[in-house]
């Protein structure tokens, strides 16, 4: 966006050095000092340089530059400038807390939920240890049953070999 009329003046002076003032008043505003066009100002200053002055000498008017902007409404342009900069900074330094206090909040709920089900978890956990600890009778039990037979089986292979033997031998005494 370009600037016009006063802003784009304030902005040239802006980036011509101008001369350090001599004299900051800061506190009061000076009175503005009235406006005159070139020609008017021109044409004065030659009518009183070609006035003759009361001893018969002429006078000139030392030639003045143009007015520089006036400092105090640069100061108040630059505070404004800088009170919108620093609130930009707060703003986005306070979003930023909303945002850490938002997550924390998430992260809080997160955590609660993951408690909620480690306990449910771990009742489920006890409730599993209780059955087995009454199953326990059972599994002992199927336990024995199953040694009993191992055992039986052992001895029916036993009992089988010794058959064998048995038919064996029989056999040979018939042969004989």
Known sequence: MAATGEEAAAMDSICKAPAPPTDLNLTAEPEPEPRRDAATSDATETQKAKRPNEGGVETAEEATEPAEPDINELCRDMFDKMAVFLQGELTATCEDYKLLENMNKLTSLKYMEMKDISINI?????????????????LDQINQIEEQVTALE?????LDTYSK????????????
């Open 122 to 138: 771990s009742r489920n956990l006890q409730d599993l240890n209780q059955k087995y600890a009454s199953l326990q009778p059972y």
């Open 154 to 158: 052992q001895a029916a292979y036993k």
């Open 165 to 176: 033997k048995l038919e064996a031998k029989f056999k040979k005494l018939e042969k004989r």
